[in-house]
């Protein structure tokens, strides 16, 4: 039996795992396996070549390509080290055996803890482990093979997989294709000719550790449109990369100029970057259970019909309010009854908290969640930081507010099932999930960790970093790009604009050639809603069942043993970037694990 997998990076490896697992049980069974990718083994994003100080957004012992016990989906078990055991037990080994290229980052492995956030270099050379592991656990029987090129073109009848250096026909066929560039809209092609015939610098959505920064020095001003993960990552290299230092002085960071640095003004539509991810305090497995957002209600709102998402949101903010209430009481109000108040939360939220009569100070107020500090006083924001990395440093067990944001990651399963059981009409889908709850949840839930809150504040202090009022705008006059914002008095020149995101997840605009030929010969189509007034809106989300992961056709008809997940999905599925997280009964894990068996199961 022949198997393709299509994409090296995480996820091509999880079903290699479970290709492999499942095999031992067959042992009988021939099988060959190969591995597509133009990038080394774990992927683009997980290069190991990339700057050592872009570092990941998870602790190290949240992070797995190993199947395990909680597992809510029948298969074979091959345990394995997170990636923080990997750290502990097999990296110095490993890492020496990979040459020069490695060596930095021993240093890292030998004092990785579990809530360190790993450099995402040393995450690519788990993964490169990863993959020797499979090898050494393969049966003789199983035969491996990686192949660095780019896949064209996947025909069916049987499946043939086409790079450049010809073809080769499967049984089955596993696409993971991940983040893909897409082609420029408009204004980013306006901005690009604009760049060219001015000598100035424009760089469209990519990934931020592979962003030629080679022609901006001290002498610019570079203009960033978005404050999420991937501005901090371009931060970094700006600073850091270019020998700037962070100092701690007597418990608050500063920074030590280079000297090599461009100013940098940083915008988005919210005005704040995301916020920081709390120290980690979990161990894998453990999370905030559903109270309100049960099985059980999800099964209630599927027998009644469509909800809301306003009626979504109010069970999640209930979920939320649940964990910091309960956490403000017990730390700052111990005169309170925190037993008989959860009891009365459980049965009415808002009578219960009436009933407390708390200080406008302590009530978890979203609205301000949300908004930035008034006004274009600098002052303002540093404090904005330091509060928020002060909420972050109490920790996500401990702290009432990161604590209640926490709830927003471990319940991402049962806002999964909202999406999966079809619980909101297309139009609340479209209007309210993709196009307000995915940024709000992404601004509260998956931003940095702290320490990049703390650099950031450094920043500004130190006059490297601006940042621009809510709804920044960008504009072109003369030979500058204009930044401005919702504050009409705020406008700034640029030198060079970099759009600090990664490209967002459009198959139908992607500039990957396999992507396009799928699309063009009917073996894949883009999901569609139907809006009220027979209106239809096209997503860019590929279309595939989601139970199974086959990829379906224009008819939407699955086309036997060729699957199809990840990022390109986002949009049907939900939250498609995560990381794998071990003992958690983790949806990745469940995925690949169905795949596999899917492969298997005819033998």
């Known amino acids: 039996m022949k198997v393709a997998l299509i994409g090296a990076g995480p996820r091509g490896l999880l079903v290699l795992e479970r290709l492999i697992a499942w095999q031992q049980q067959m042992s009988a069974l021939p099988l060959t396996i190969t591995l597509f990718d133009p990038y080394p083994i774990g992927g683009r994003v997980w290069r190991r070549d990339q700057a050592p100080q872009l570092i990941m957004n998870t602790a190290a012992q949240h992070i797995t390509l190993f199947y395990d016990r909680t597992v809510q989906e029948p298969g074979p078990i091959m345990p394995g080290p997170s990636l923080a055991q990997w750290a502990v037990k097999e990296a110095a080994t490993f890492l020496r055996s990979r040459g020069k ?50 896949v064209q073109a996947v025909s069916p009848d049987p499946f043939t997989v086409h790079t450049a250096a010809g073809a080769e026909c499967f049984d089955a066929v596993v696409l993971a294709l991940g983040t893909m560039p897409n082609s420029l809209t408009r204004e980013q092609a306006a901005f690009t000719a604009f760049a060219k015939a001015h000598q100035r610098v424009y760089l469209p959505p990519s990934f931020p550790a592979e962003g030629d920064l080679s022609r901006l020095g001290p002498q610019d ?56 991810k709390a120290r980690n305090e979990k161990a894998p497995g453990e999370a905030w259970p559903p109270r309100f957002l049960t099985a059980q209600q999800l099964a209630n709102w599927a027998a009644s019909g469509p909800i809301t998402g306003k ?54 107020d979203w609205t301000a969640l949300t908004t930035p500090p008034q006004g274009d006083d600098p002052k303002a924001m540093l404090i904005y930081l330091a509060k928020d990395a002060a909420e972050a440093e109490r920790g996500s067990k401990t702290g009432p507010l990161t604590s209640a944001l926490e709830v927003l990651r471990d319940l991402r399963d049962t806002i999964r099932q909202v999406v999966d059981l079809g619980l909101l009409t297309d139009d609340e889908y479209l ?45 072109t006059a003369g030979n500058d790009f204009i930044v401005g914002g919702q504050e009409a008095s705020f406008e700034r020149h640029a030198t060079a604009l970099i759009e ?73 599925n939900w939250l498609t970037t995560a990381s794998p997280r071990p003992f958690s009964d983790d949806v990745n894990l469940r995925l690949a694990n169905r795949i596999a068996r899917q492969i298997m199961d005819q033998l």
């Not at 960071?253 to 005005?271: D, K, N, V």
Request: no cysteine; aromatic share 12%; net charge neutral.
């Open 101 to 150: 290229s490695a060596r930095p980052y021993l240093a890292e492995a030998a004092t990785l803890g579990p809530n360190d956030y790993p450099s995402r270099a040393l995450y690519g050379y788990y993964l490169a482990w990863f993959y020797a592991e499979m090898h050494r656990r393969k049966r003789p029987n199983v035969a491996l093979v990686f192949k660095q090129t780019m």
């Open 221 to 276: 001003v570079v203009a960033m449109r978005g404050l999420g993960l991937s501005f901090f990552d371009y931060v970094s290299r700006l600073t850091e990369g270019r020998g700037g230092h962070f100092r701690n002085e007597q418990g608050q960071l500063t920074y030590q100029a280079s000297g090599a640095e461009p100013h940098i003004i940083a915008g988005s539509r919210r005005g704040l970057p995301y916020h920081a």
């Open 311 to 364: 009626q979504f949101f109010q069970g999640l903010k209930t979920e939320v309010g649940f964990v910091y209430y309960s956490l403000l009481l017990a730390q700052q109000h111990p005169e309170v009854d925190l037993p008989s108040f959860q009891a009365d939360y459980m049965t009415d939220p808002a009578e219960a908290l009436a009933a407390l009569k708390l200080p406008a100070a302590e009530l978890l």
């Open 431 to 475: 209007d309210f999930f993709l196009r307000w709850f995915n940024g709000t949840n992404d601004f509260l839930s998956i931003g940095p960790p702290v320490i990049r809150i703390e650099q950031l504040r450094a920043l500004i202090a130190a006059g490297i970093v601006t940042i621009a009022p809510p709804q920044i705008t960008i504009t």
């Open 500 to 572: 600090a995101r990664v490209p967002a997840p459009n198959a139908g605009a992607a500039q990957n050639p396999l992507m396009q030929q799928l699309l063009h010969d009917d073996l894949a189509t883009l999901m569609e809603l139907q809006l009220a007034g027979d209106r239809r809106f096209q997503s860019g989300a590929v279309l595939v069942d989601r139970h199974s992961a086959q990829l379906l056709d224009q008819q939407h008809h699955p086309q036997g043993k060729l699957f199809f997940w990840g990022v390109p999905t986002e949009g049907l």
